[in-house]
């Protein structure tokens, strides 16, 4: 009877090693297939609403390339400098330096050199992006453009008939509490430099830009910071004109706002803005892929011509409707009349934010 006893319990215990055993089995197969099927992160960092996050783009990028796609934003371009050099290894994939910082990323080894032979639609774009200064080192390239724009002045055609010819209209104190400036001071200092005839890019008399830009403040509704801001701004009746991108005053032209936008005659800031991949990115190939889909012309088009910048992709740019691409200053007569941001040394910077700071501060 013992003995029955026994062998019941060593059946019965080994009846439950051999449960654990074929549970560790399904663990560890279950594991197994959660990885294969896991699919890998792209992690991008650009600004919001800016592409990258349209719904559309990413089911379709997504379903193509087998991935996922996580967007992080960027409020300033000083802020994407500083998640370069803080970021760990896989944390950025591919990221949107502008002009104004290339040249350090670059300096400071944060990217890898670009091959243009992986991107089949690089031949597409106008010579003078292929050739843009601020993205090569020793004639080695570091980020590709995707879209480029100006900052000038978008107004209300109810309340504004003409379209100003000078970016001193910002100044004016007929607009008092009508007018929205950006909280921006490489935007503030170049727009002031504009309005007094001087050089933007290298201005000569800091001074006079601070005391142009007090006057300005007292004429100011508010400083914007973000599109949405703004848009909510002019929507709401609060504004008549104001500094604001090309492509937002496009986009809001689109959804039916009273808005008009001018590059005048003296001109207004230009900018470019570049794809890159960090030199610790730990999806190189998939972050070429990213890049060669968004300066591909079907992107392009699509994106310019639902209220996006303009295109550096030459098909793109001329299956625009012409009148369209003017009115969103996308045409050559107001390419020419911009003045492209450069880049500044920190010593610059430095200088310019803090004039900026004593400005608002007034």
């Known amino acids: 009877m013992k003995l029955k006893k026994y062998l019941v319990a060593v059946l019965a215990f080994s009846l439950v090693l051999s449960m654990a055993a074929c549970g560790e089995k399904t663990n560890a197969e279950g594991d197994k297939d959660k990885k294969d099927t896991e699919k890998t992160k792209l992690y991008v960092v650009n600004w919001k609403d800016y592409g990258s996050d349209d719904a559309e783009f990413i089911k379709a990028f997504e379903e193509a ?7 992080t934003y960027m409020s300033s371009e000083e802020e994407l400098l500083t998640k370069l050099r803080t970021s760990k290894a896989g944390e950025i994939d591919v990221c949107l330096p502008n002009c104004t910082i290339l040249p350090a990323a670059i ?13 089949k639609n690089f031949d597409g774009m106008f010579e003078r992006f292929k050739s843009q200064k601020e993205c090569f080192k020793d004639n080695k390239m570091y980020a590709v ?20 010819k000078s970016l001193s209209v910002l100044f004016d104190k007929k607009y008092k509490g009508k007018i929205a400036f950006r909280d921006d001071y490489n935007d503030a200092v170049m727009a002031a430099a504009i309005a007094l005839g001087q050089d933007p ?47 937002q005053a496009a986009a809001m032209k689109q959804e039916g706002e ?18 890159a991949i960090p030199e610790n990115s730990n999806n190189k190939e998939l972050a070429y892929a990213f890049i060669d889909w968004m300066i591909s012309k079907d992107f392009q088009y699509n994106w310019s011509a639902n209220g996006g910048p303009a295109p550096v992709n030459k098909a793109a740019a001329e299956s625009l409707d012409p009148e369209y691409a003017a009115s969103a200053a996308m045409d050559e007569a107001s ?12 010593e610059v910077k430095n200088t310019w934010n803090e004039l900026w700071t004593e400005v608002k501060a007034h």
């Open 65 to 71: 390339n087998n991935c996922e796609i996580v967007n």
């Open 107 to 119: 300096n400071e080894g944060l990217l890898t050199e670009i091959d243009t032979a992986k991107l």
């Open 145 to 164: 453009p995707f879209v480029w724009g100006s900052t000038a002045i978008a107004y209300n055609t109810e309340a504004i008939k003409e379209a100003p």
């Open 201 to 247: 890019n290298n201005p000569t008399d800091l001074e006079a830009i601070k005391e142009k830009l007090i006057e300005q403040k007292a004429l100011n509704k508010t400083y914007w910071k973000t599109g949405d801001e703004f848009s909510k701004l002019f929507a709401g009746k609060q504004i008549d004109l104001g500094l604001m991108w090309s492509g």
């Open 258 to 275: 009273p808005i008009a936008f001018t590059v005048p005659e003296d001109g207004a800031i230009g900018w470019v803005d570049n794809w």
């Open 335 to 346: 390419l020419n009349r911009l003045y492209f941001m450069e880049y500044r040394t920190d």
